[in-house]
């Protein structure tokens, strides 16, 4: 369990690199990021939207290959799965209620990263559009 890495995961590394170059910047677990609750890997404070990179694994994606539990110690493993769940969700509403866009890309979904992207893009093309016809 020490070997896991919490940050700088190859799927979080390849959401910032589509992100970059796509032409969005962003903040990464900087100090700023580190009031938000649930501390979101990656910040776009421009269009006041976080994104969280979650592990099939260890977030317990829906229906996804990637969501086994190992065969020893399971009342463990589900009890330390049950409270990444739940602190996922009680995280992603504090966000929302502080006025925050909450994208949530599984690891499984980077399989096709074109498709990531568009989505990302579309959602804050969105925002943006929605935040322009308020000054108007």
Known sequence: MSRIKGKNTKPEMLVRSLLHQAG???TVNGPKNKKLPGKPDIVLPRYKTVIFVHGCFWHRH???KGTTTPKTRTEWWQAKFDRNVSNDRKNQKTLREMGWTVIVIWECELKKPEQVLLG??????????????NYF
């Open 120 to 133: 990302v893009e579309n959602l804050l093309a969105a925002k943006k559009h929605k935040n322009h016809e």
């Open 62 to 64: 829906p229906g996804c």
């Open 24 to 26: 969005y910047r962003f």
